[in-house]
């Protein structure tokens, strides 16, 4: 069976998923093509020309595929001109919402009168969160398929032995408005500890300095579900979230990690500061919340779901 993956980019998110699955695919008796996409590196320009490209691209393209599997909006536009039996789209989010909260309210009216449209360029839509699926069958009466992201544990396992460092607070993630990482920035100076930011760092070295650290913040203000609050479970690194989109699919409070309202400063300090002194009440999150990693995320639990996905589609 042929497979062609389609996303903005092959590292961290999205494209560390691709990444991470294709291996598993490739062992599993699937023939695997990645379409690599360029796209101008200025932020405004990044999707639009991403999305151009790759339509010039699969235009020119003279093959066909068993299946075409693209993720994120952007990449729809690409797959409606690629030549496969079934084309799917995975979508992390309600995209008109995500919009709204970057751009405006006016291009998020715009985009949404025609999310519909596009999304049904799709013969089926996979989501890794739940809370993903149950948005869209309630806003635009949508079927959306569950596959959840599985966690590259062998991956994990390589990364080198490391002396933690006490107090320090990890933000690992795009410095981006939706990450809300202004909202870390603006507490720094009343959290008893330092604070580290891995904004733009090759995925060795920010698993080195999230091994090495005390508790990672994910203050997002939208979400799917954040790759790097599996990886901190992997490693028992105490997690503090906001409880936005699909974050409370992982992070149950008070028992696999810490959950706080959105750009709600005063109940980050608390949760930081409380933590960082509870080493007992530390080890009962790390350790609930290392088993919830190992018994729903890991690839011997859930590539055979991929496997079937990938081979009833086509019936």
């Known amino acids: 069976m042929k497979i062609l993956f389609i996303a903005p980019r092959y590292s961290g998110g999205v494209g560390g998923h691709i990444s991470r699955i294709i291996p598993r695919l490739n062992t599993s008796g699937f023939e ?21 490209f790759g339509i010039i ?12 599997h693209a993720f994120n909006v952007p990449s729809a536009f690409i797959m409606k001109y690629i030549k496969a039996k079934k084309k799917i ?4 989010g309600v995209y008109s919402e995500q919009i709204k909260l970057l751009h405006s309210k ?9 999310e519909k449209e596009i999304l049904e ?4 839509l996979t989501t890794d969160s739940l809370k993903v699926k149950i948005d869209y069958k309630n806003k635009l009466n949508l079927d959306v398929v569950h596959l959840p992201s599985p966690l590259d544990v062998e991956k994990l396992e390589k990364i080198p032995k490391v002396s933690p ?23 720094e100076d009343k959290i008893h500890g330092k604070v580290i930011y891995c904004t733009n760092t090759p995925w060795d070295e920010a698993m080195v300095e999230l ?23 992997f490693f028992k690194i105490p997690v503090i979230a906001t409880k936005v989109g699909g974050i409370p699919e992982i992070v149950k409070n008070d028992q696999t990690g810490i959950l706080i309202p959105p750009e709600d400063s005063l109940a980050l300090i608390q949760s930081i500061n409380s933590l960082l002194t509870n080493d007992s009440k530390i080890k009962e999150l790390t350790e609930n919340a290392y088993d919830f990693l190992i018994n729903n995320y890991s690839w011997d639990k859930l590539l055979p779901k991929y496997v079937n996905f990938y081979k009833n589609i086509l019936d």
Not at 106 to 114: E, P
């Open 32 to 52: 695997i093509e990645i379409m690599q996409i360029p796209h101008i590196p200025i932020k405004n320009l990044k999707n639009p020309s991403f999305t151009i």
């Open 57 to 68: 691209q699969a235009l020119l393209k003279n093959k066909s595929y068993d299946i075409v």
């Open 89 to 92: 789209l995975a979508v992390h």
């Open 106 to 114: 006016h291009i998020a009216s715009v985009i949404s009168n025609k």
């Open 121 to 124: 360029w799709a013969d089926v």
């Open 165 to 187: 460092i006490k107090n320090q607070i990890l933000f690992l993630g795009r410095d981006s408005y939706e990450k809300g990482i202004d909202v870390l920035k603006s507490i």
């Open 211 to 233: 091994k090495r650290s005390s508790i990672l913040v994910v203050p997002s203000r939208i979400e799917s579900i954040p790759q790097t609050i599996k990886e901190a479970y």
